[in-house]
């Protein structure tokens, strides 16, 4: 009988190493366009306009039943993410990012995760109008949001975050792919439906103008844009079907206080009048 | 009653309109509530044979063959023919077309043979073509026909239209039992649910029936929940007991059962028969089998141990 | 007939313990005199443990641990309190079936009930609360807002977990400790989820919990290192309550009794008004403070209506409360089924006409069958008094004006209903309605993100929502 236990035993293993695709309706695909590009050493899908046009296609095919979601229940899925991101905590430290930074990451989750039910009753309200009627204004999502996010971690998850605790649904272009994706994998694994979140790698000059200008896209936050001409030019897209857009004038601080501002800037007011009386 | 209301559109609209209103919501919850009624060992064996007797086994494909007819036929003669204490099914339902052939092979056994007509599903045809077809069907051997309403026409408003014609097929069925079938995914409102329910009880429906199985939303317990009420009110008003047929969807015997479960608690005892109480459903009855198997043998059931169609 | 085979759920998913001490500083011990009483399952009247009698040292210890974990607990940032928030609500989902079972065994209430409606809330409650840990300056209470120090919380025996979460929740949230009471008839599940809170690794003194009857409850309020009391039970010991507060400047909220008018139009959907009627009568035994008690029928729809009330309430299972299939449960003790007795015999003797439908009732336990009584004027008691049980009354009415004024005459001021399918209507009678909270074309509807409370008699003060964090903040 040969001996070669030992001879496996003492050979290095070699590690098995990730495919990094786009994240689009809860699967990962590769690039409809067959591209890649290399960031740190991996090969990583580039995204296409045609994935972004996927993208949007599947925002917007999730959007009503996420929105038509009770408040409660997406509480419950935010806050499955930072269960989610808490136990892949080595994932992303493996990737570079710092400890104190996934600590934020998660905390900022539970932070807009608590949101879901109260952001409507800081935000909306009874209008005392002078007649005999009920008056009542209320928050709600505005649709599907394509988003320019920045790089880092916690940067991506405050701008994700606050864009679907309201009910939205996104199509996120990022510019850490690994981090990204890592992300991506996070979501897929923490009850979010599919759709709700799209991630593609790629470059921001090259695929953002298509979801600037795309006709079912209905806000466009820039956040992740440094180049101002790039931005200005987005926003002029985006100005032909009066998207609402979020334009930062500085470079967040995202270990600051969010704020409401990134949530409300995704959201419309509705009110409704009903008359009173016998 | 019948007459009066039928007299002119203005009297069945007010009649109709008059109904109290169904609320959503609280339909909703009190269908989600009954749902969770726990049926088990001794019950549930009585519920499993009950449903059985009460399930329309039906094909309605452009694809039925005598073939496939008859060997439904067999199945609704003896569902499992490993257990001979097992019950018949109360019906087998097809298309006009292959009544002769079900005709045929259920020949002395009790079992009642449905035709759908009146250009099922659609409705959309001359109410002579309609006609014809029902008296095709029961001339070839059916005891109970499967009606459409017209839903264009009872959504534009034309309530005596719609009567008009479920009086003139319920002339043409003769003895042949009228199930009405009122489409309710297309109604779209549990009021016109109600007020569809109530038209063809007053026109002489002999049951009224949820779906045709062809539309996107076909039975459910809330809609079932209002036609049982329906039913129940009915008989208050005029005496007469009329059937309910949820068909479409009931795919298994936890939804069978949470039907009985909301006749039992609506309308009570004197639905729980084939006689006032149908499933029209085809796979239902595999399941049903299967888990009446698993009562009496202790272990769960497979697929291959029962028969297909 | 198809009758429904016994569908009990399985006891063995709660493992009860012979004896329970209080619940300390993070741990438990038995009570300094090593007085005990015995809380018993009213549904079969065993006996289901032996609970420590808190006396006036074991609660000195109670609020002076209270104290000591104020001040770290509430300079802790908002984040980390709702971090430990959320991971009790994560806690009770995860044993929910286990704390419903001890929940039907030890108030009576029916499993369906406490699985489907109590345990979801309690942990509803307690993620909502989490929510807000953080985001405090956003709740309209001022830039600064502050937590008040130790609160002291007397729960009663309805709703006895989801009373401690609409208590504890807010409380724990905006930074205080607790001192928490629950009802000597009903004290084990509090315990239990002192057992949650050590799961959660909350820190110890956080929460407190001492068991005992009304003296220790009294004793517990007039404690004078305690900032701040909140109370839900009676009106006549809330009333006592405040007494003993007023001149100390402790904040205080109460939630006490109702006898809510349920207000039924003749355009109402008429199914659902009836489903309404009976949810909001017998849910939970009629042991629900704002149970709609009085049925104010529009006069023209009073006979169908009555009929198909009475048809409906034929098909109610009174019984077992671990049955799967049962309605209506058993009576909490056996003193309030006596109140519930006196009460039905005054409404019969006063001249109400008594009816209820053919309905057995187990041998052993506490039991009362659904009643309704007909024919009552505002001049009963039964129209009058709260009766926490399954007892209706009927008034009738003839228009909008009188069936207002009959639902607004009452020192109650709890909740209504009102059942209409003019949504004009239905805003008009809510605007003119002295109750702190209006259910239309639906009733015993209960979130964790909405107020509840009561006008008049009711009490003052709001649980749930964003006006809940008002009462435990400076």
């Known amino acids: 009988m040969p001996k070669t236990s030992k001879v496996v035993e003492t050979a290095t293993r070699l590690t098995v190493r990730k495919t990094y695709k786009l994240y689009i309706g809860g699967k990962f695909p590769r690039s409809e366009s067959g591209r890649t590009f290399v960031a740190d050493g991996d090969n990583v899908a580039l995204a296409s306009r045609k994935d972004a046009r996927d993208a949007v296609l599947a925002a917007r095919a999730a959007q009503p039943k996420w929105a038509g979601a009770t408040a409660y229940n997406r509480g419950q899925v935010l806050y499955r993410v930072a269960e989610m991101l808490e136990a892949r905590r080595a994932e992303f430290t493996a990737l570079g990012v710092p400890a104190d930074e996934v600590d934020a990451a998660v905390d900022r989750w539970v932070w807009y995760a608590g949101w879901s039910d109260k952001i409507a009753q800081v935000a909306g309200g009874a209008n005392p109008v002078a007649g005999p009627f009920f008056n009542i204004s209320a928050p709600e999502p505005t649709g599907v949001v394509a988003v320019v996010a920045p790089a880092s971690l916690l940067g991506l998850v405050s701008v994700i975050a606050p864009a679907i605790v309201t009910g939205n649904t996104t199509v996120v272009l990022t510019a850490g792919p690994q981090v990204a994706i890592t992300l991506a994998e996070v979501l897929a694994t923490s009850d979010v439906p599919g759709g709700v979140v799209n991630l593609l790698t790629g470059r921001y000059a090259e695929t953002a103008p298509w979801l600037a200008s795309h006709d079912d896209v209905n806000a466009l936050d820039l956040t992740g844009v440094d180049h101002p001409d790039l931005a200005a030019e987005l926003e002029r897209a985006a100005a032909g079907t009066l998207k609402r857009v979020i334009r930062p004038r500085t470079s967040p601080d995202f270990t600051a206080d969010p704020g409401l501002r990134p949530m409300t800037a995704l959201l419309e007011t509705k009110t409704v009048w009903h008359p009173k009386g016998y | ?309 | 007939m198809f009758e429904y085979a016994p569908a009990p759920e399985s006891r063995s998913v709660v493992d009860i313990a012979s004896s329970y001490g209080l619940f300390i500083d993070g741990s438990f011990d038995g009570g300094k005199d090593g007085d005990v009483f015995k809380t018993i399952n009213p549904a079969t009247e065993e006996v289901l443990a032996e609970v420590a009698t808190a006396g006036p040292e074991d609660v000195d210890r109670a609020v002076a641990a209270a104290r000591r974990a104020f001040g770290s607990w509430s300079a802790l940032p908002g984040a980390e309190r709702a971090k430990y928030l959320f991971r009790i609500a994560r806690i009770i989902q995860e044993r929910s079936r286990e704390l419903a079972v001890l929940e039907s065994l030890d108030n009576g209430k029916p499993i369906r009930d406490s699985r489907d409606v109590d345990l979801p809330l309690v942990a509803a409650h307690f993620f909502y609360y989490a929510g807000w840990a953080d985001k405090l300056a956003y709740a309209g209470f001022g830039p600064d807002p502050r937590p008040l120090g130790v609160a002291a919380q007397v729960i009663p025996w309805n709703f006895p977990l989801l009373m401690l979460a609409w208590k504890v929740a807010p409380a724990l949230a905006t930074g205080n400790t607790v001192v928490l009471k629950p009802a000597e008839t009903t004290p084990l599940s509090a315990l239990f989820f002192a057992d949650v809170c050590r799961q959660a690794e909350l820190p110890p003194g956080v929460v407190n919990i001492v068991t005992g009857a009304g003296d220790t409850g009294a004793y517990l309020v007039a404690h004078p290192d305690v900032d701040k009391v909140a109370f839900t039970g009676s009106t006549e010991v809330g009333r006592e309550i405040a007494r003993t507060v007023s001149g100390t400047g402790k904040r205080l909220t109460l939630e006490l009794g109702g006898k809510a008018a349920n207000i039924v139009f003749d355009d109402a959907p008429i199914d659902q008004a009836v489903e309404g009627i009976v949810n909001g009568i017998f849910f939970n035994q009629g042991h629900v403070c704002c149970a709609g008690s009085r049925l104010l029928v529009q006069e023209s729809l009073f006979e169908p209506l009555i009929d198909s009330l009475k048809r409906r309430m034929a098909t109610l299972r009174v019984g077992d409360p671990l049955d799967k299939n049962t309605d209506i449960g058993a009576i909490n003790s056996a003193a309030q089924l006596a109140r519930i007795r006196e009460l039905s015999e005054i409404g019969a003797s006063e001249g109400a006409e008594r009816w209820s439908p053919e309905c057995p009732l187990p041998d052993r336990g506490f039991w009362f069958a659904p009643t309704i009584f007909t024919g009552v004027t505002q001049a009963h008691r039964i129209a009058r008094e709260e009766i926490f049980g399954p007892v209706l009354s009927v008034l009738t009415f003839r228009t909008p004006d009188e069936a207002v004024a009959k639902a607004n005459n009452t020192p109650y001021g709890l909740s209504a209903g009102v059942w209409t399918e003019k949504g004009s209507r239905i805003l008009a009678v809510a605007d003119r309605l002295r109750a702190g909270v209006v259910w239309a074309n639906t009733f015993n509807k209960f979130d964790p993100a909405s107020p509840f409370g009561g006008y008049k008699e009711s009490g003052y003060g709001r649980e749930g929502g964003r006006h809940g964090l008002e009462a435990y903040l400076a």
């Open chain 2, 1 to 309: 009653m019948t007459v009066t209301v039928s007299a002119g559109l203005s009297d069945l609209r007010s009649f109709l309109h008059g109904l109290p209103g169904v609320d959503k919501v609280g339909v909703e919850a009190r269908a989600a509530a009954l749902a969770t009624r726990s049926i088990k060992t001794s019950a549930k064996a009585h519920a499993i044979d009950l449903a059985i007797r009460m399930v329309d086994l039906t094909t309605l494909e452009g694809a039925d063959t005598p073939g496939k007819v008859r060997a439904l036929c067999a199945k609704a003669r003896r569902p499992d023919p490993a257990d001979s204490s097992c019950p018949p099914v109360a019906a087998i339902c097809v298309y006009p077309a292959m009544v002769p052939v079900a005709a045929a092979a259920l020949a002395g056994s009790g079992v009642h043979l449905a035709s759908v007509a009146t250009a099922f599903p659609s409705g959309q045809a001359p109410l002579e073509v309609k006609l014809a077809d029902t008296r095709d069907a029961v001339a070839a051997g059916a005891d109970e026909i499967d009606m459409v309403i017209s839903r264009g026409a009872f959504l534009a408003g034309e309530y005596s239209r719609v009567f008009d014609e479920i009086v003139a097929v319920k002339e043409a069925c003769g003895g042949a039992h009228l199930k009405v079938i009122l489409e309710t995914g297309e109604l779209g409102t549990y009021d016109n649910v109600r007020r569809a329910s109530w038209l063809a009880m007053l026109a002489g429906a002999d049951f009224i029936k949820t779906s045709t199985g062809k539309v996107a939303v076909n039975a459910t317990l809330p809609i079932t929940l209002v036609m049982l009420e329906a039913v129940r009110d009915f008989r208050e008003r005029h005496g007469r007991v009329i059937g309910v047929k949820p068909a479409g969807g009931i795919k298994t015997t936890k939804d069978a059962v949470k039907y009985l479960v909301l006749i039992n608690e609506t309308v009570g005892d004197d639905w729980l028969t084939p006689d006032r109480f149908r499933f029209g459903a085809s796979s239902l009855l595999n399941d049903l089998l299967m888990q009446r198997t698993k009562l009496t043998t202790g272990h769960y059931a497979g697929p291959d141990y029962f028969t297909l169609d």
